[in-house]
């Protein structure tokens, strides 16, 4: 059973700090997408890939976010620093990309805790 | 521009009694229709998908949704409750395929 895998699960740190979030699509998807997820705002897309490359990430703070694929098995989203706003629970998601509509596969989620 | 409005961010049914969740969307073309569902603690899962085929989609689960075009509406539904159907659904409309725009959701809780 195929899944999208995220790591760490859970991660709290101080403001200032940096965080990176890994998240490892579906072999063989060619589609990345990463989101955030809040009480106030909902689900929000911060960046998305197609092929490792980098499509759009207007949703995503560019003076302190960054999103990358160093290969297509895995996708990292950096925050540096840290702020406690960024308190969030973030996904990523996959897709095959072989037709459109691309169906997003959901990893569990990276809860992370800025303090 | 496209986006979905999921009206009820929360809705309580009674076990075995019909569920309705809302959803209507705007959208300048052609748009592909999906309900996801967020279990606590989980990432989302794809419930069923319209891509344009038959109106009437059956997804996972005994949930189905009609694309209604007259209406903008793709309202999920499910003739029965069950306990283990508490969650949060979410609605999103794409027309690329890449960018989803997702609803803000509904909480919907089961009572026994």
């Known amino acids: 059973d195929a899944r999208v895998t995220q790591t760490p699960r859970d991660k709290v740190t101080e403001m200032g700090q940096e965080v990176t979030m890994r998240c490892q699509p579906i072999?063989?998807?060619?589609?990345v997408f990463w989101y955030r997820q809040t009480m106030m705002q909902g689900l929000e897309l911060l960046a998305y890939?197609?092929?490792?490359?980098?499509?759009?990430d207007s949703g995503m703070p560019k003076d302190r976010f960054s999103a990358e694929m160093p290969d297509a098995t895995l996708a990292t989203l950096k925050i540096q620093p840290s702020e406690p706003r960024d308190s969030a629970v973030y996904f990523c998601?996959?897709?095959?990309?072989?037709?459109?509509?691309?169906?997003?596969?959901f990893g569990p989620g990276t809860r992370l805790t800025v303090l | 521009a496209q986006s979905v409005t999921q009206l009820g961010s929360h809705v309580s049914v009674s076990e075995g009694a019909l569920v309705l969740l809302r959803c209507n969307y705007s959208?300048?073309?052609?748009?592909?229709l999906f309900w996801y569902v967020q279990y606590p603690n989980q990432g989302l899962q794809l419930l069923l998908k319209?891509?344009?085929?038959?109106?009437l989609v059956k997804g996972i689960n005994g949930f189905e949704a009609e694309f209604k075009k007259s209406e903008t509406s793709f309202h999920l539904t499910k003739p029965s409750a069950h306990m283990s159907d508490a969650a949060e659904y979410f609605c999103?409309?794409?027309?690329?395929?890449?960018?989803?725009?997702f609803g803000t959701g509904t909480s919907l809780t089961v009572i026994p």
């Open positions: 998601a996959s897709g095959p990309g072989l037709r459109s509509p691309d169906t997003q596969y």
């Open positions: 072999l063989g998807h060619n589609t």
């Open positions: 890939f197609r092929n490792r490359a980098p499509l759009d």
């Open positions: 959208s300048s073309v052609p748009p592909y």
């Open positions: 319209y891509t344009s085929a038959a109106t």
């Open positions: 999103a409309v794409t027309n690329t395929g890449n960018q989803f725009y």
